[in-house]
């Protein structure tokens, strides 16, 4: 039984799972919305969420935090100056889940995920 689970392992090994969810916070800094499954938009939003919420500091200990998780200067700067400042006035929330279509080769439902 998974009651009060934590997180979804998502048929990976734990390096793997975070560098999956690194990827995916890149993209959805970078373009404001993904397509991905739904299992993977769910478990992002937390991970996108707390990212945002450290970068909402603006200052230099949240862009050193940010930067240890996604190891990418250009989505940093993108989400300490452009992205995160819109959010200053929201108690949480930055992310919107989008359920779309079943994906055909393997019936796995998909979702869009998109910054608020």
């Known amino acids: ?3 009060r689970h934590g997180y979804r392992k998502l048929g990976r090994t734990s390096a793997h799972r975070e560098a999956l969810l690194t990827n ?3 993209a959805l800094i970078e373009h404001g ?5 739904l299992m993977k938009a769910k478990e992002l939003r937390s991970f996108a969420e707390k990212l945002i919420t ?4 603006g200052d230099a200990n949240a862009h050193r935090s940010v930067f240890a998780v996604l190891q990418n200067k250009e989505a940093t700067k993108l989400l300490l ?4 400042p819109k959010y200053n006035e929201r108690n949480g929330g930055y992310t919107r889940i989008v359920k779309t ?4 080769g393997d019936a796995t439902p998909m979702a869009y995920i998109e910054l608020v």
């Open 101 to 104: 279509r079943i994906r055909r």
């Open 33 to 37: 919305k993904i397509e991905t499954t």
């Open 81 to 84: 100056n452009e992205v995160a």
């Open 54 to 57: 450290t970068a909402r500091a």
């Open 1 to 3: 039984m998974r009651h």
């Open 24 to 26: 995916l916070s890149i």
